[in-house]
């Protein structure tokens, strides 16, 4: 019997569920889990990430080409239907879904992690790496991480919006080398992708439209503002909403330019250290 995690990845939704993968897989620590991604570009880097055993599958439906019934599955992903989860419900003699939507309910034959969910086999939090509590020293005033994704090019539709601010740009997994070259010539200051833990610590605001981001941020005493993308779903808006982080909507320049005049009176709330609840939690469905 093996256990799997598989993660929707990929160029046109982003790292989110790998960042928070890797999160929980390095709180589980050697429990012999394979990473399985719907992206191959993502899985070859896997070991720079803390994992250990990480294999690209191409799409959700490959995941019984490598799992046998009876195997033990976390599953984060919103690809499949509802006869699709029964399926692996039934298939997998442990099946833990990862669920960000507030409106989900937990089925007999699954256990749920959610930050809004509780109740008999649910785990009620967010996971955040323990590296990010801690006192770090702010040297960087304002980042923008837009997201490993930009398949349309939206971010320089909307450069004007950060304009007046100049702030130090994260570069993205999945940009195009041209795109990334026209954004190194827009913006003063870039970190390259893996300097995304330096941007995090370092940053005293992060204007990010990653939910992973945006939480790291909180735990490291910075300021995270929440850009809302259009083709995001909003599913942690009211979490955010609960934390005090402010959630940029459409772009608007004038809403964007009064949260950065407030924002040093905000009170943002306090994250907690939860790594060691999780990994129990989980550890108690894994190893029985």
């Known amino acids: 019997m093996r256990t799997f995690y598989y993660v929707h990845t990929g160029h046109r939704i982003g ?6 993968a890797s999160t929980i897989l ?19 880097i896997g070991k720079d990430f803390g994992i250990r055993d990480c294999v690209g599958i191409d799409v959700v439906r490959n995941i019984p ?3 046998h019934h009876g195997d033990k599955l976390i599953f984060d992903s919103d690809e499949a239907n509802p006869l699709m989860l029964e399926d692996m419900r039934n298939f997998f003699s442990t099946f833990i879904r990862i669920a960000d939507k507030k409106e989900d309910t937990k089925a007999d034959n699954e256990i749920l992690f959610s930050p809004y969910l509780k109740g008999e086999g649910i785990y009620n939090g967010v996971a955040v790496d323990d590296k990010y509590f801690a006192d770090f020293e702010k040297t960087t005033k304002v980042s923008l991480f837009f997201g490993d ?8 539709k ?3 919006l950060f304009s007046e601010i100049n702030p130090h740009l994260q570069l993205g997994f999945y940009y195009f080398f041209d795109y990334e070259d026209m954004l190194k010539k827009s913006f003063t ?3 390259e992708f893996e300097e995304y833990d330096t941007m995090v610590t370092k940053s005293e605001i992060l204007i990010t439209s990653s939910p992973q981001a945006s939480l790291e941020c909180l735990a490291s005493g910075g300021k ?5 993308r259009d083709d995001y779903e909003n599913n942690f808006n009211e979490l955010f909403t609960k934390l005090n982080i402010p959630i940029m909507q459409n772009y608007n320049k004038n809403d964007f330019l009064v949260i950065l005049d407030t924002i040093n009176n905000r009170k943002y709330q306090k994250l907690d250290k939860n790594s060691n609840e999780y990994t129990r939690f989980l550890k108690e469905y894994l190893l029985s």
């Open 15 to 20: 790292l989110d569920r790998f960042r928070r």
């Open 26 to 44: 390095r709180a589980l620590g050697d429990d012999n889990i394979t990473l399985l991604t719907s992206d191959f570009r993502i899985s070859h």
């Open 65 to 67: 080409q490598i799992a």
């Open 149 to 156: 994704d930009d398949y349309e090019k939206d971010l320089e």
């Open 158 to 160: 909307h450069l004007d």
């Open 189 to 191: 200051h870039t970190f």
């Open 224 to 228: 995270p503002i929440y850009l809302q």
